[in-house]
């Protein structure tokens, strides 16, 4: 994936950490930045009497105060750096942000989610629903304490002959073929024509090398852990500097519920993470 347009969000009670960091990552991959800047209003509990409606109306001109506050605040440092950019504002309710953050994502190659966002328990998810399944653009996650780049050393891909993983793969392929080494990584497979394949790894890992990727297969046995928890680890033990893979969930009314290994490698990353649906 070559990107030429980064979505960064920020959320309203961030430093600029996750913003600085997507200048460095836009000004590397020479990519116009695209910041939104966002807010959920939360609508008052307890009914609608005089009180309760006096101070939601309160709190949501705070937030709309601050949220231009940021926003001023993220076009002055921008104005400073040497990139191409644009900063939106985002206030919304909260059960519309994920159409809301679909929508925006529609139009960037791929969604950074720095490590300042994954630390606001009350919107992330909110925002990683958005981004992953209402867009067909892959997201970044960058947890913090690393930096972002779309030029790593080793990749893990997180294999298991399906549509999600495949599209994953194909998302990354700019990422794959530039990298030094990549491990297809499939934990406990079973062979089978039509699943894994007799050989299990073998198709994906010859399609990544007639790309000019270096590829390797590694078979891994859980023991009893988890999918994420073996994925994680391995990323660890091969200094893998990026995990790509694919997500997965179900529809249950307008709500997407993450998968069990989606969600766990979201919520403790060793590394940084490209996915996409």
Known sequence: MQAKTILSIIGINQNDEDLRAAIGLCRAAGAHLSVLETALAIAPIGGYGEVSSSAWAEERERQLEKLAQQVAAAKTLLQSSDISFDVDALFTEYGWVENEIGERARYADLTLIG???LAEDDMRWRILDGALFQSPAPIFVV?????????????????????????????????LTA??????VIVDPHASTRGNGEEPGADVAAFLARHGAHVSVDILASGGRTVAEVLRQHAVDTGSDLIVMGAYGHSRMREWI???????MLDAAPVPLMMTR
């Open 258 to 264: 993450f998968g069990g290994t989606t969600r766990s």
């Open 143 to 175: 947890p913090k304490g690393y930096v972002a780049s779309l030029r790593p050393r080793t990749v893990l891909v997180a294999w298991d002959s399906g549509n999600e993983a495949s599209h994953a793969v194909r998302a990354a392929m700019e990422q």
């Open 115 to 117: 490590g300042g966002l």
């Open 179 to 184: 990298a030094e080494k990549v491990h297809v």
